[in-house]
Structure formats: structure tokens, C-alpha cells
């Protein structure tokens, strides 16, 4: 079923990914700047974009059944109103209000309707270039990573960081709004998919085992490996100056790490498409866990310019990585709730990450606890991916 028009509701979607995952990158750019604003502290702010991909993760599952009735349209465009709204309350002068505003109108409402629907959407336009097509629109919050934060750096040196969340946020629901009810038409029908129940009444089995175990096993271990990749996205910038590098060279090196990510999540889609999500998913942590512990020993200028283009290209494949291996061991009726309910856990563990590091931050002094943790946490998800790998090879053997 795949055909030039797949591919063009891909990339439409992630550039409406690109845009509206923009607006949580302001308040990591601009993190000491508004900690200092605000007592000092650095885990408001941090706790702020915590909230933001926790409120996503969460109103995914709802925002998911809801696109499935009424068409990923509306919840597109509803998101995109929301962020503006979201943007708006966040310049505030109170903590409460930069919770609010991210929280529940940029993640909860916002990037709820864009997210985890668009996933399930693009899913559906696929059959044989899934992995390469996920791994595409997956790339659309790292797109944002790549273009903005030089962008929000320059434009919170000038304006200050309110004003620049008051020009994204009416940027980026004018280019939403007519984007998503131009492109965003019903899907062509899935083929029919069988789920092979025993002749006994019995659940159906994955890799040999209850489907809910496996996939609770999965989701889990995407919470995991998210508490790592969300530490030196959330503060890399803050960790440059601290060390004497400037906020610009720091928002630079944010997007290199970024546009590594984005480029090479590019060649693990094609290698998912190969090997599927499982086995991408145990390289790809593999690869994350050695550049995170990378972060905790390095401080010059050059040596975190490689870290952070290591890190990218290792973490990059793994939310995509996740989904295909959800729709090619599930029934594709069910994704649309298993694909949102995976990324609630994971979201969930870019929210814990972020707020983490900062809260570490604040007690030590410095970030090495912080990261030391992240690798700590990148380690449990490689066994556990290594356990699914494992049993799924045995699965193949005994065929």
C-alpha cells in the first residue's frame, strides 16, 4: 500500500513534528535565564520541560482513541492551538505559571494531538519501508533540536526568552493549522491482520510468552533508556557554561548532537527495516550507554563536541525502533492504543530525566552525579533489551 502520496504524509509530518516540538526548547536554552528569575533554582525550569513531555506522553493515550474516531485532523490542529496557548501562559513571572503552560497546554493538550496520533497515522500509509518511514517522523522533535536552539539563542539575547516564546507560539500554529487540513487525509485500509488464538481459548502469545508481559517489558524498558537520552538534551547548554563555554557554543553543540540524531536515525531506519526494532533497539543503547558515560569524564570544548555527536548517533534509533517492534509483534488493531501507551513510558522517562539532572544538579553542585546516573539507568534497559533479543532468537531457532 505504500506510494509517493506515503511519502509525502511522512514528511508533512515531520515538519509538523519539527514545529511543534519547538516551543520546549526555548526553556532548555534559556534555562539559567529563567532560573534566575525564579529563585535560582535550576529544577524549575527543568521541571517545567519535564512536565511538558510527561503532559505529551500522557494525553497520547486519549489524544490516540480520539484521532482513531474523529481523524488525526483535528487532534493535529487542536494541539497546535493549544502550544500557542501554552506558549503564551508560560511567560508568567511565577513558577505555576511555566508548569501550567508546558504541562498541561504544551504536553497534556499540545503535543498530545501531534505526537503519538501522527506515529499510529504514518504507520498506517506503510508495509514494507515501516522502520524507514517511522524512523522519519520520529525525527521531527530532533529536527526541532537541530534548527532552534541557535535560533531561540539569538532571539532570547535580543528579545529575552518571553518575547521568543510569543513569536514561536504564533509561528508555529500558522504553519500547523493549514498544513494539517491540507495534507492530513484518511489513511488507505490497513490489511486485514489475524490474531492467532488457540483452539483452547487461550491469549494469544508473543515471542512465547503473554503479549501484555512482553509488551509491559518493552514499554518499561523505553522508560528506562529515556531517563539517559533526556539528561544532555535538557542540560547540555547549562553544563557548557558552567564550564566556562559560552550559551551560544553550548546551543551549537546542542544542535550537533541533534542534527546527529536526526541524520543518522535516518540509516537505523533502514537498518530496522533489516534486522526489525528489537535488535536495532539493543545497538542503538548500546551505543548511547558508552557516549553518556562519555559526558561524565569530558569537560574541554572539543572533546564535548564529539560526546555529543556520539550520543546522537546513539540514541537516535531507539524511540522508533520501539514502535516497529510494537507493530511487528502486535496486531495492528491494537496500535492504537499500544503505540501511545509505549510512548507514555517513554515520555515519561524524558520527563523523569530532565527533572533528575537538574534536581542532582542542585544537591551536588555539578552534573557528573547526574550523568552517572543516566548511565546507570542506560545499563538496565541494555539487559532487558538483551532478554527480548535473546528469547526472540531462541524463538526463531526452535522454528
Same mark, same amino acid.
Given at each position: 500500500?505504500?506510494?509517493?502520496s ?20 526555548i ?30 506522553a ?22 497546535s ?9 508560560s ?8 508548569y ?7 504536553g ?20 514494507r ?15 526541532a533540536?537541530?534548527?532552534?536552539p541557535?535560533?531561540?539563542?539569538? =532571539?532570547? &539575547?535580543?528579545? /529575552?526568552?518571553?518575547? $521568543?516564546?510569543?513569536?514561536?507560539? !504564533? %509561528?508555529? #500554529? +500558522? ?5 494539517a487540513?491540507?495534507?492530513?487525509k ?21 515471542l ?11 514499554a ?32 551549537a ?12 536515525r ?7 527495516d ?8 539493543l ?5 548511547? =550507554?558508552? &557516549?553518556?558515560? /562519555?559526558?561524565?569524564? $569530558?569537560?574541554?570544548?572539543?572533546g !564535548? %563536541?564529539? #560526546? +555529543? ?8 534509533a ?5 514502535v516497529?517492534a ?5 496486531p ?8 501511545p ?10 520527563a523523569?530525566?530532565g ?13 557528573a ?5 543516566g ?25
Amino acid at each position: 500500500m505504500e506510494t509517493r502520496s506515503s511519502w509525502v504524509v511522512a514528511g508533512v509530518s515531520l515538519v509538523l513534528l519539527g514545529l511543534s516540538f519547538g516551543g520546549p526548547w526555548i526553556t532548555a536554552v534559556a534555562l539559567k535565564s529563567i532560573a534566575a528569575e525564579m529563585g535560582a533554582q535550576r529544577s524549575v525550569p527543568a521541571l517545567a520541560s519535564s512536565l511538558a513531555w510527561f503532559g505529551s506522553a500522557v494525553g497520547g493515550i486519549l489524544m490516540g482513541r480520539v484521532a482513531n474516531k474523529i481523524g488525526i485532523r483535528w487532534t493535529v490542529m487542536f494541539g497546535s492551538v493549544m502550544i500557542c496557548l501554552g506558549l503564551f501562559i508560560s511567560t508568567g513571572s511565577e513558577p505555576w505559571q511555566l508548569y501550567l503552560g508546558h504541562g498541561l497546554f504544551m504536553g497534556l493538550l499540545g503535543n498530545a494531538g501531534l505526537n503519538a496520533p501522527l506515529y499510529v497515522y504514518v504507520s498506517q500509509w506503510f508495509d514494507r519501508r515501516r522502520g524507514s518511514a517511522l524512523a522519519l517522523i520520529s525525527s521531527g522533535g530532533y529536527l526541532a533540536g537541530f534548527i532552534w536552539p541557535t535560533v531561540f539563542e539569538r =532571539a532570547i &539575547a535580543f528579545y /529575552g526568552w518571553r518575547w $521568543t516564546m510569543i513569536g514561536y507560539a !504564533l %509561528f508555529q #500554529v +500558522a504553519l500547523i493549522l493549514p498544513l494539517a487540513a491540507w495534507f492530513l487525509k484518511p489513511p488507505p485500509e490497513a490489511a486485514a491482520v489475524a490474531i492467532h488464538n488457540g483452539a483452547d481459548g487461550t491469549r494469544p502469545k508473543v515471542l512465547g510468552w503473554p503479549s501484555n508481559f512482553v509488551f509491559v517489558w518493552i514499554a518499561v524498558a523505553s522508560f528506562m533508556c529515556c531517563v539517559t537520552m533526556s539528561m544532555p538534551q535538557g542540560h547540555l547548554v547549562a553544563l557548557c557554561t558552567d564550564l566556562g563555554i559560552s550559551a551560544t557554543v553550548g546551543a551549537a553543540m546542542l544542535s550537533v548532537l541533534l542534527g546527529a540524531g536526526l541524520l543518522s536515525r535516518q540509516a537505523w531506519g533502514l537498518v530496522s527495516d533489516r534486522i526489525g526494532g528489537l535488535q536495532t533497539a539493543l545497538l542503538s543503547s548500546a551505543l548511547q =550507554a558508552a &557516549a553518556m558515560t /562519555g559526558f561524565v569524564f $569530558t569537560q574541554d570544548e572539543v572533546g !564535548l %563536541f564529539t #560526546v +555529543a555527536a556520539a550520543f546522537g548517533i546513539g540514541f537516535s534509533a531507539l524511540i522508533p525502533a520501539y514502535v516497529l517492534a510494537i507493530r511487528d509483534l502486535f496486531p495492528a488493531s491494537e496500535a492504537y492504543w499500544r503505540v501511545p501507551t509505549l510512548l507514555l513510558l517513554s515520555g515519561s522517562g524524558m520527563a523523569v530525566g530532565g527533572w533528575l539532572a537538574g534536581f542532582l544538579y542542585d544537591m551536588h553542585g555539578h552534573y557528573a552525579p547526574a550523568f552517572a546516573t543516566g548511565v546507570a539507568f542506560n545499563i538496565v534497559n541494555l539487559l532487558m533489551l538483551a532478554m527480548l533479543v535473546v528469547r526472540q532468537r531462541t524463538m526463531a531457532a526452535a522454528r
